[in-house]
């Protein structure tokens, strides 16, 4: 079985100030994970994904995430926030051998205010 | 690359009517999912197709929704009667997932979003 958990679900935070978005995973076998946004009444776009090769990985927009196997995390980071960056955010976990079944987390709503 | 393409966009019904949304995935594309997402919460995964098989339908309520793949390309998801409970999004995504499950990238539609009264 898999899951994973997003421990805030509402993240509020300055513009131009630090953002970090915490997503918890559980998998019986080696998981991908990956970072979706949905801006309002928008389709769910793909900010980064890890596959078993480096560990910190980097997306668009300025966002990036650490794979921390011993702390079974996946956080979503980025150094300075911007308006546009206000949106949902889910974390998403597959296993390989697992029929490549997307887990979505509950979603965190972003805020970027002035 | 042209995406992943739903209709319709917007659906209005009435309790115990029938509704039918499509789905047509990026071209070459083998799995093909449908998720619910109901307000305020994550996409839930209705049914998985591996070109026009089910993977997984686990989650489906098979007594009132129904999806096919005939052609492994294009599909369609259907709920009879509708629930004043079904009021969601409906996402279809593809993926050029193939049995190595090495590239398992999904590709997410705009949606339909449905609000049944």
């Known amino acids: 079985a898999q899951s994973v958990t997003q421990l805030d679900s509402h993240v509020s935070v300055s513009e131009g100030t630090p953002v970090l978005l915490r997503c918890n995973y559980s998998s019986s076998y080696s998981p991908s994970l990956f970072w979706y946004v949905q801006h309002p009444n928008k389709g769910l776009q793909l900010l980064l994904k890890y596959t078993s090769a480096a560990t910190l990985v980097k997306g668009i927009n300025g966002f990036e995430a650490e794979f921390k196997k011993s702390e079974t995390s996946f956080h979503l980071t980025k150094p300075s926030a911007h308006m546009s960056d206000a949106a949902e955010y889910f974390c998403v976990v597959t296993v390989t051998g697992g029929g490549n079944k997307l887990t979505f987390g509950t979603g965190t709503q972003l805020k970027v205010e002035l | 690359e042209a995406g992943v393409a739903q209709s319709p966009r917007y659906k209005i019904i009435e309790k115990r009517q029938s509704v039918a949304f499509w789905c047509n995935p990026i071209s070459g594309h083998a799995t093909l999912y449908w998720y619910q997402q109901i307000l305020g919460q994550g996409p839930k995964l209705l049914i998985q197709?591996?070109?026009?098989?089910?993977?997984?339908d686990s989650q489906l309520p098979k007594d009132r929704f129904s999806a096919e793949r005939l052609k492994g390309v294009d599909s369609t998801l259907k709920i009879q009667p509708a629930k004043l409970e079904d009021s969601a999004v409906y996402l279809c995504?593809?993926?050029?997932?193939?049995?190595?499950?090495?590239?398992?990238?999904?590709?997410f539609g705009q949606g339909t979003r449905l609000t049944v009264v």
């Open positions: 197709f591996q070109n026009n098989g089910v993977v997984d």
């Open positions: 995504a593809s993926s050029p997932t193939g049995h190595n499950f090495m590239n398992t990238e999904a590709f």
